[in-house]
């Protein structure tokens, strides 16, 4: 619990292009893990609390602590 993931996103605005779309949105705190493959997750953004979404785990991909830099 409290892990920074990052949330992947397929879905592509009419007005963007798919080839420079950034799928991968947030970061989100795990807030709770429900079973062995879906996760309750919440939006982190500069003090505001964003909803809460329940998604599989495929969706989601570590997020490094901000600060450090990952080579």
């Not at 605005?13 to 893990?33: D, E, I, M, N, T």
């Amino acid at each position: 619990m409290g892990d920074m993931v990052w949330l992947h996103n397929s879905a592509v605005a009419r007005w963007s292009f798919r080839k420079l779309h950034c799928p991968w949105v947030g970061p989100y705190q795990v807030v709770r893990r429900l079973s062995t493959v879906l996760y309750r997750i919440q939006g982190v953004r500069r003090g505001r609390r964003g909803s809460r979404q329940v998604v599989h785990f495929d969706r989601l991909k570590p997020c490094p602590p901000f600060g450090r830099r990952v080579t």
